[in-house]
């Protein structure tokens, strides 16, 4: 059942929204995972532009190494949680559009908070850098763009575009 153009909303996670974060964010998240993988010192070296015009030569410490590879985990595996989740959300709660809307929010609302903080905490760190864009690496570059391309469709998630919304579309799919 798709919903219809005249008609409520049917359900919490329209197809778009399951490209969006079922398929393209567990995408992202798992290539950012292998190249972290396959070259923690250059994924952290790419990070943000280093004061001295270019990062220290040698391997990293094991410690930062961890790190990387750790952090490099975490984002990974919030993308399968999201493929599962939602995947699970959209297959067995499809008949009940207002438990799938609390199951999506639940999972989408702290990732907005996190894709918020990021894009902050990377604005941060770029000091004086920030505005000398021609300065910055591709890695930021899609830290940026890609942290926009998910925020912008969180963002209109939660505002319940093209959606179910129970508040709004509750009561006239209970009177049908």
Known sequence: MSPSRTGPHT?????????????????????????????????????????????PEGPLARATQVTMLQLAHVVGLLGLINFFVLGAARKYLFAHPALQEK???????PLLIADVVHLVITWWALGESRWSFWEW??????????????????????????????????QALRKI
């Open 103 to 109: 199951i999506v929010s639940a999972l989408l609302t």
């Open 11 to 55: 359900t919490a996670l329209p197809w778009v929204y399951w490209l969006v974060f079922g398929m393209y964010e567990p995408l992202l998240s798992l290539c950012g995972f292998l190249g972290a993988l396959v070259d923690p010192k250059k994924a952290h070296d790419a990070q943000a532009p280093w004061p001295s015009g270019g990062a």
């Open 137 to 170: 690496s591709g890695l930021l570059w899609i830290t940026f763009l890609t942290g926009l391309s998910l925020l912008v469709p969180r963002i209109a998630w939660h505002m319940g575009v093209g959606r179910y919304v129970d508040r709004r579309d509750g």
